[in-house]
């Protein structure tokens, strides 16, 4: 049986579409558009933390759920382009 992962600063937003988590606090900001923030711009996760004033232990965090739940998360953003007429 799989164990669920306890986020500190990550949460489920069940008023919307995507299955992936958000940043708590942060309206629409999710873990996702974090992780995208740091790797398209090559910046440590310090320099993404101040890019959104998150503490670095978030940007961690982000990582780590992005890495566990990629396949969720990419399906969506895939999905994302799709509808956009992008893909």
């Known amino acids: ?12 937003r069940p008023d919307t579409a995507k299955k992936q988590l958000y940043v708590k606090g942060r309206g629409c900001l999710t873990a996702r558009d974090v992780v995208g923030t740091l790797i ?19 940007v961690l965090e982000a990582c780590q759920y992005y890495e566990e739940n990629k396949s969720l998360v990419d399906a969506e953003v ?10």
């Open 1 to 12: 049986m799989a164990v669920a992962t306890e986020y500190i600063f990550l949460i489920s």
């Open 40 to 58: 398209s711009n090559r910046l440590t996760p310090r320099q993404t933390a101040d890019v959104y004033s998150l503490p670095v232990e978030a």
């Open 78 to 87: 895939s999905e994302e382009r799709r509808l956009a007429g992008l893909d």
